[in-house]
């Protein structure tokens, strides 16, 4: 799994750069993110702009990964492309999670 991370103001992105998170990489996308969110930064945004399928697994990676952050760590996405916005809202997950539509936006609410 590809990610690059990098600091805005007090947020850390993780960018991820593979255009898939299904069943087949799901727990090492989750174990990637989860070893970029031990550097410090409040919220985690999770950059999701490249992605263009996201399947149950990969919904349920995103969900672990809000899970392991806590509830002191927020996880904000920016950047879902249609079909994986699509998947957010057919689960209701587009309630649970604060969704910026790009990554400006995203940092321009936190700071």
């Known amino acids: 799994m ?3 991370t990098s600091r805005v103001g007090q947020a850390l992105v993780v ?6 998170i299904d069943a087949a990489v799901a727990i090492e996308f989750k174990e990637a993110v989860r070893t970029e969110a031990e550097s410090p930064g409040n919220p985690v945004i999770l950059d999701l702009s490249n992605v263009t399928f996201l399947d149950s697994s990969g919904l349920g990676a995103v969900v672990a990964v809000m899970k392991l952050l806590g509830a002191e760590r927020r996880l904000e996405l920016s950047g879902l492309t249609p079909p994986v916005a699509k998947v957010f809202r057919l689960t209701r997950m587009d309630s649970v999670f604060t969704i910026h539509s790009e990554l400006p936006g995203a940092l321009r609410a936190t700071g």
């Open 2 to 4: 590809d990610i690059a």
């Open 15 to 20: 960018t991820v750069m593979d255009s898939r």
